[in-house]
């Protein structure tokens, strides 16, 4: 059982940065594809960045090239650098983990999910 603890969102104004991160407890992190989701008022939960246990990522088309995912195995950690933000970007952002070997962007293929953080971006 992985159970991710979501940190370092806030207000920024457009054109900045963030860094999320998420600490994930359990033994199996390790072997687990770490995911960052969002949600904005109204809207269905969408899919950002994926880090597969060996370092593989992908990315959702609108933060190519601006976002990055990383992960620290061994501190538990994954990260999410967010640069360019635009008002759009914001809303509240979910860790999650998935029992799986790709960095996959489908929601339900992810179990363990952590209580979110919410991201404000001022135009």
């Known amino acids: 059982q992985v159970q991710p603890v979501e940190s370092g969102g806030g207000l920024v104004q457009a054109g900045g940065s963030l860094r999320l991160s998420c600490a994930a407890s359990?033994?199996?992190?390790?072997?687990?594809?770490l995911g960052w989701f969002r949600q904005a008022p109204g809207k269905e939960r969408e899919f950002v960045a994926a880090i597969a246990s060996g370092g593989s990522t992908n990315y959702a088309e609108p933060v190519k090239g601006r976002f990055t995912i990383s992960r620290d195995n061994a501190k538990n950690m994954v990260y999410l650098q967010m640069n360019s933000l635009k008002p759009e970007d914001a809303g509240v952002y979910y860790c999650?983990?998935?029992?799986?070997?790709?960095?996959?962007?489908?929601?339900?293929?992810?179990?363990?999910w952590g209580q979110g953080t919410q991201v404000t971006v001022s135009s």
């Open positions: 999650a983990a998935a029992a799986v070997s790709i960095p996959a962007s489908r929601r339900d293929w992810y179990r363990y």
């Open positions: 359990g033994r199996a992190f390790s072997a687990n594809t």
